[in-house]
Structures are given as C-alpha cells and as structure tokens.
C-alpha cells in the first residue's frame, strides 16, 4: 500500500484546494520526491501586456512543489520560493510544472521546478524550501 501513498496524499490536498482547481491543474504523474503538473492559460489569466500573469506560472510551480513535498506523506509547507521568467506565457499555451526533489532532510526539502510550454521550451524556473511538519496525511499507512 505504501506505492499509493503519494497519490492518496495529492487526491485529498487537491479535494480542499480551490486555487489549483480553478486554475484546472490537471496531474500528469506524482511519485515520492517528484511531481508533473499541466494546465491551460485562459483569458483571465492574461495581464495588461497580453502575456500570462507572472503570478500564474508561480501558482502551478507552487503546486507542484506542494505536491512534490507532501508525496512523502509529511505534511510540509513552504518557507521560501522564487522564480525566473525566461519566456512570455499566451492564452491557450499549455504550461507542464515538473517538481524534482533535490534534497531531504527530516525537517526540510528543496525542489527545483520547471515549467515549459507545450512546445517543451522552458518559460519558468522555480525553486522552492518546504519546512517538514512531525504530522502525516495518512498516520496508519504504513
């Protein structure tokens, strides 16, 4: 049962996460350590430049990262994050965050994500710290 754990955990942060579900994060693959992530840009997404609000791509790298984090059935939280735009996001592109766990401690982890646009060019590069909390998703699994 230990293999599904990390999908349990995504399911029910994703049951409460009305942000994600707006932004219509769908999931591609999540593994302990590891998350892929894509979604569409939509009209409202767009700024006064016409280019995806920079805020949309740190949203899906955000849950990316979350997910990533918490796939270990430790319930972690954010302590810092930062982004590098590298290419404008339009309407309709579809954007795929890729959260790669970089190193694990019993209390914190580091993730870098990246996100790239359906034509697999990089427009975003995320890196974020998570705090690991002692409580668990799931306390019986083993």
């Given at each position: 049962m230990k293999n599904n754990i990390p999908e349990r955990v995504v399911s029910k942060m994703m049951d409460g996460d009305y942000f994600s579900q707006w932004l219509g994060i769908e999931i591609i693959s999540i593994h302990e350590g590891s998350c892929s992530l894509s979604m569409k840009v939509r009209k409202e997404m767009l700024n006064g430049f016409g280019i995806a609000h920079g805020g949309i791509s740190f949203s899906l790298a955000d849950s990316a990262?979350?997910?990533?984090?918490?796939?270990?059935?430790?319930?972690?939280?954010?302590?810092?994050?930062?982004?590098?735009?590298?290419?404008?996001?339009?309407?309709?592109?579809?954007?795929?965050?890729?959260?790669?766990?970089?190193?694990?401690?019993?209390?914190?982890?580091?993730?870098?994500?990246?996100v790239t646009?359906?034509?697999?060019?990089?427009?975003?590069?995320?890196?974020?710290?998570?705090?690991r909390k002692e409580e668990e998703w799931f306390p019986d699994a083993p």
């Open positions: 990262l979350a997910f990533a984090s918490n796939s270990h059935n430790k319930k972690s939280l954010v302590l810092d994050a930062s982004m590098s735009f590298t290419t404008p996001v339009k309407m309709d592109d579809t954007l795929i965050a890729t959260a790669q766990e970089v190193n694990l401690t019993r209390r914190t982890g580091i993730y870098n994500v990246m646009n359906q034509d697999q060019k990089l427009v975003a590069a995320f890196k974020g710290i998570v705090f």
